[in-house]
């Protein structure tokens, strides 16, 4: 069985998210930078980013955004965790922005690791165990269990000043061939941050995929 990463399509909507989440990151850092996990130099930096750089790295082509997909503890007790009130049921909810997203980002996750579960590890660098479990959980209960949890959101690998210095400087640059260094390099970051856990279709999935500097430049890049 062939394993193909994110297609067109696919990328599309991380660059939405991307954007949504930029713009949501920006605010929330302006009005709580003492209890934001990124370093104040990148939050100004990100604060100061232009319009035109915001989409630059808007298209990095994994989620900018965080679920917390590396804690294992937290998603094990979401993953068993049962639930029977309605969805419907008014939740308490602090931040409605940062719920709206989170909702987007697991819908999109939960459909991508139903259809490509290696998809769904190359954008959000989780690991296929917990792709795999995502997708056995109904849409409608991982909201139930996932959206009052306000502490999901955050920026992906905020504590690492490097990384985001990275993004917020190569990754935003002119030079396009800088750019893509610096995607390819931070999405390497990103996929190798998390331990390595047992998954049968692993090593298949990794030699039949197309390396990673043609899945991030594609077309043009913008």
Request: net charge positive; aromatic share 8%; glycine share 4%.
């Amino acid at each position: 069985m062939p394993y193909h990463g994110p297609d067109r399509a696919d990328l599309a909507n991380v660059f939405v998210l991307n954007t949504a989440f930029i713009a949501w990151q920006r605010t929330w850092s302006l009005g709580n930078a003492r209890d934001s996990a990124m370093s104040p130099e990148n939050c100004a930096r990100l604060a100061d980013l232009s319009l035109e750089q915001r989409e630059r790295l808007a298209r990095t082509p994994f989620l900018l955004m965080s679920l917390a997909e590396d804690d294992e503890a937290r998603w094990q007790s979401l993953f068993l965790e049962q639930h029977t009130r309605d969805l419907l049921q008014c939740m308490q909810i602090r931040d409605e922005a940062a719920s709206r997203l989170t909702a987007a980002g697991l819908g999109f996750l939960w459909q991508l690791a139903q259809r490509n579960p290696y998809a769904a590890r190359l954008v959000s660098g989780a690991s296929l165990t917990w792709c795999e479990q995502l997708a056995t959980c109904t849409l409608m209960d991982l909201f139930t269990r996932a959206l009052e949890d306000q502490t999901l959101l955050a920026p992906r690998m905020a504590g690492k000043a490097g990384f985001w210095d990275k993004l917020l400087t190569a990754g935003v640059s002119k030079r396009r061939h800088l750019r893509i260094a610096a995607r390819v390099a931070a999405l390497h970051t990103v996929l190798t941050n998390a331990p390595a856990r047992p998954y049968r279709a692993l090593a298949a999935a990794a030699c039949k995929t197309p390396p990673a500097r043609i899945r991030t430049s594609g077309k043009r890049s913008r």
